[in-house]
């Protein structure tokens, strides 16, 4: 199973940006996935979740300003930016908990390698 994020890049404060995060791989089910983001010398913080049933959960920072989604078809979750500010400047990773034809009953917690986003001021 991989987990595959694209979309980040380089924006100007105030602008938008689309993240993509595609899961592939022998899947039986995904349960929560979500969006995490790490910016240099900062811990690892949640961004925003979202269940199977599409109830969403978005760190206080982003409210109102992020909307994650997701296409269970295609085992994929996306993160749509929106006025971006230059705190938002982090490396964000997708992570989703999948059920695999091999481990059947069990969910294990995947990471992506994450994409960069950049936001000037």
């Known amino acids: 199973v991989q987990l595959q994020a694209s979309g980040g890049g380089l924006v100007q404060a105030g602008g938008s940006l689309r993240v993509s995060c595609a899961a592939s791989?022998?899947?039986?089910?995904?349960?929560?996935m979500g969006w995490y983001r790490q910016a240099p010398g900062n811990q690892r913080e949640m961004v925003a979740e979202?269940?199977?049933?599409?109830?969403?959960t978005y760190a206080d920072p982003v409210k109102g300003r992020f909307t994650i989604s997701r296409d269970n078809t295609r085992n994929m979750a996306y993160l749509q930016m929106n006025s971006l500010k230059p705190e938002d400047t982090a490396v964000y990773y997708c992570?989703?908990?999948?059920?695999?034809?091999?481990?059947?009953?069990?969910?294990?917690?995947?990471w992506g390698r994450g994409t960069l986003v950049t936001v000037s001021s």
């Open positions: 791989g022998s899947i039986l089910s995904i349960n929560n």
């Open positions: 992570n989703a908990d999948i059920q695999t034809y091999s481990l059947r009953g069990f969910y294990r917690d995947y």
């Open positions: 979202i269940t199977s049933g599409g109830t969403t």
